[in-house]
């Protein structure tokens, strides 16, 4: 199994500053495989970023993810308002197919 | 626009099953697999298994193998999901999840909440 580990696990900061969250992989993960997902308080998981590169539909272009092999980013270049969320890293691989990571919180600072 | 409708939260007794509706709309059903993911309080989301509507076939992770059953009425447009033999640790928000390339998930239910208590 695929462990995903993310850091921090709580990160604060204020509106238009810069966020760098980290996905660390137990194992090499191809870069089509990974995905991050935006998750706020009492709704559903939404894609964010899919192929570790690519936006999803709909998703600001201050959202970029990065990364190879076990080190995955997600970047949020100046924060808004309703960014302050939960985000989980997921990849795609072997038994079990789909895992997640355990989430950074995005809180304001 | 693409929308995935979960049915509403349940209480259930221990050694009792449960059994979650998805109905999907905006799309064509058949050509989308589904997927099943829960997320128990302060733990990480967690695959469960997804069913290929088109045909039924379904996988389950090794770890919900046995116990999970994934099912779809096509006529309906809804994929079912029930887990037996419900045990404290199956509390959770249960997900269903459109499957986009095999690979990641998009668009979400908004969830259902499933209390197993004595």
């Known amino acids: 199994e695929i462990v995903l580990t993310q850091s921090p696990g709580t990160l604060s900061l204020s509106p238009g500053e810069r966020a760098t969250l980290s996905c660390r992989a137990s194992?090499?993960?191809?870069?089509?495989?990974l995905a991050w997902y935006q998750q706020k308080p009492g709704q559903a998981p939404r894609l964010l970023i899919f192929?570790?590169?690519s936006r999803a539909t709909g998703i600001p272009d201050r959202f970029s993810g990065s990364g190879s092999g076990t080190d995955f980013t997600l970047t949020i270049s100046r924060l808004e308002p309703e960014d302050f969320a939960v985000y989980y890293c997921?990849?795609?691989?072997?038994?079990?197919?789909?895992?997640f990571g355990q989430g950074t919180k995005l809180e304001i600072k | 626009q693409v929308q995935l409708v979960q049915s509403g939260a349940e209480v259930k007794k221990p050694g009792a099953s449960v059994k979650v509706s998805c109905k999907a709309s905006?799309?064509?059903?058949?050509?989308?697999?589904l997927h099943w993911v829960r997320q128990a309080p302060g733990q990480r989301l967690e695959w469960m298994g997804w069913?290929?509507?088109?045909?039924?076939?379904?996988k389950y992770s090794q770890k919900f193998q046995g116990r999970v059953t994934i099912t779809r009425d096509t006529s309906a447009r809804i994929v079912y999901m029930e887990v037996s033999r419900l045990r404290s640790e199956d509390t959770a928000v249960y997900y269903c999840?459109?499957?986009?390339?095999?690979?990641?998930?998009?668009?979400w239910g908004q969830g259902t909440l499933v209390t197993v208590s004595s």
């Open positions: 999840a459109r499957d986009q390339r095999s690979v990641w998930f998009d668009p």
């Open positions: 905006g799309y064509t059903f058949t050509n989308y697999p």
């Open positions: 069913i290929n509507a088109g045909n039924g076939k379904t």
């Open positions: 194992q090499s993960v191809s870069s089509s495989y």
């Open positions: 192929g570790a590169y």
């Open positions: 997921q990849q795609y691989g072997s038994s079990p197919p789909y895992t």
